[in-house]
C-alpha cells in the first residue's frame, strides 16, 4: 500500500536523499540545501513544500516524488490564477506500484488550485504522456543575436548574420530590488491578463531580483516615456567569454522587433558573443525585426543553451502546457533556469 502527501519537514531529508540515489547523483537540491528551500517551500505554509511524496506504507520508503512550482509563491496575488510548474517527477524503478506516478499528479492537481498547469523542459520519451493526458506539448523556439562587434565567436557558430537592428522607440532603465517597488508603480502589464502564466511586477521582484543566487538584470521598458513592460536578463559565462540571455520578457508583443537596440547595447555593456532567448506564443516575425535570427535545432550553426557543464550543441526545450487561455513561455518560466551547479 502506497500513501502520497505533501512533503514536510521532517520528510525533506529523504527527499534529498531519493534525489540522490533515484534521481541524480550529486543533483544541485542535494548540495545546495538552501536553493531547494528557496524554489519549494512554501512561505505561506512553513513547514511545506511544493513537493508530493508517495511512501509505502509498510516501511515508509519514498517510492515517488513530484515537486512543482505554484506562481503564487512569488506574488501571492495570482493565487486566484495560479500556475503550476511541474518539476523533479520521478518514481523509483522498484516501486511495484502500477501508475503511481499519475496518481502524484492527480494529488498535485487536486490539492493545488490553478488555472494552469504545465511542465518547461523534459525528455522526449514521456511527450506522448502528455499528449495523452490532454497537454498541449511542442518545443520553444531559439533565437540569437551575434554581437556586431564581435570578430571571432568561441561559443557558438554564425554562418550569416542578421542586420543590426535599427534605433528603436524605447528606452530601458535599470532596476534593482530596493528601487523596484517606486519605479513600478502604476505600470499596468496588461497585457499578461489575457495570456498565461499570469506575472505580475511583485511576481518578477520575487523571481528574478530576489533569486538568492542568479544576478539577474530587470530593466524597466518605456515607449514615449511611459513604463510598458519590464526585460529580464542573465549573463552566462564559460572559458573567459560571456552570452547575453533573455530570461523573461513581461510587456506588449508589438514592442518586441524595438527591442533589438536595446539588447545590443546590453551585448556590448557585459562585452557578450551574443544574445538569445527561448520564446513560445510570440510571432516569430516581431523577433526577426528585431534582429534575432532562429536556431535550426539540426542545422549548421551551434547556439549552446548549456552552460553548467558548458556543451557545445543545441538542444530542443520542450513544453507541456494545460492552459486557461493563449500561452506565451520563457526560458523563465518552470525551472529550466535554476543553477545546476553552485561554487563553492
Given at each position: ?14 527527499v ?6 533515484h ?17 519549494h ?11 508530493a511524496?508517495?511512501r ?7 517510492l ?9 509563491r ?5 493565487a ?29 492537481t ?32 531559439h533565437?540569437?543575436m551575434?554581437?556586431p ?26 532596476v ?13 502589464i ?5 495570456q ?9 521582484l ?16 518605456e ?15 564559460h572559458?573567459?567569454r ?17 527591442l ?18 527561448y ?6 516575425a ?33 513544453f ?9 513561455l520563457?526560458r523563465g518560466d ?5 543553477p ?5
Amino acid at each position: 500500500m502506497v500513501t502520497i502527501g505533501r512533503c514536510l519537514t521532517e520528510d525533506i531529508a529523504d527527499v534529498i536523499a531519493f534525489v540522490e540515489t533515484h534521481w541524480k547523483s550529486g543533483h544541485v537540491f542535494t548540495t545546495h540545501r538552501a536553493l531547494l528551500e528557496w524554489q519549494h517551500a512554501l512561505p505561506d505554509r512553513p513547514g511545506e513544500y511544493s513537493i508530493a511524496i508517495a511512501r509505502r506504507t509498510a516501511d515508509r520508503a519514498v517510492l515517488g516524488i513530484l515537486g512543482y512550482i505554484p506562481t503564487h509563491r512569488f506574488d501571492r496575488s495570482l493565487a486566484a490564477n495560479n500556475t503550476v510548474w511541474l518539476a523533479l517527477w520521478r518514481v523509483r524503478d522498484d516501486a511495484d506500484t502500477a501508475g503511481l506516478g499519475l496518481r502524484l499528479l492527480t494529488y498535485v492537481t487536486d490539492s493545488e488550485p490553478h488555472v494552469t498547469i504545465g511542465v518547461v523542459g523534459f525528455q522526449a520519451a514521456v511527450r506522448p504522456i502528455y499528449r495523452a493526458l490532454g497537454f498541449t506539448v511542442g518545443e520553444l523556439r531559439h533565437y540569437a543575436m551575434p554581437n556586431p562587434d564581435v570578430d571571432r565567436f568561441e561559443l557558438a557558430t554564425f554562418s550569416t548574420r542578421t542586420a543590426p537592428a535599427s534605433e528603436g522607440r524605447l528606452t530601458a532603465t535599470p532596476v534593482d530590488a530596493t528601487q523596484f517597488a517606486a519605479l513600478v508603480r502604476g505600470l499596468d502589464i496588461g497585457a499578461r491578463h489575457a495570456q498565461q502564466p499570469e506575472k505580475t511586477t511583485a511576481f518578477v521582484l520575487e523571481r528574478y531580483l530576489r533569486h538568492p543566487f542568479y544576478r539577474y538584470r530587470c530593466d524597466i521598458i518605456e515607449r514615449d516615456r511611459a513604463a510598458i513592460g519590464l526585460l529580464v536578463t542573465r549573463v552566462a559565462t564559460h572559458a573567459g567569454r560571456s552570452v547575453l540571455r533573455i530570461i523573461d520578457y513581461v510587456g506588449p508583443e508589438d514592442a518586441v522587433p524595438d527591442l533589438g537596440p536595446i539588447v545590443q547595447a546590453g551585448m556590448r555593456r557585459t562585452g557578450a558573443e551574443y544574445a538569445d532567448v527561448y520564446n513560445w506564443g510570440i510571432d516569430p516575425a516581431l523577433f526577426r525585426q528585431a534582429g534575432f535570427s532562429a536556431v535550426d535545432l539540426d542545422g549548421p550553426d551551434i547556439v549552446p543553451d548549456h552552460f553548467e557543464p558548458f556543451e557545445a550543441r543545441n538542444i530542443s526545450i520542450r513544453f507541456a502546457v494545460k492552459a486557461s487561455g493563449p500561452i506565451v513561455l520563457f526560458r523563465g518560466d518552470g525551472d529550466q533556469d535554476r543553477p545546476n551547479w553552485i561554487p563553492a
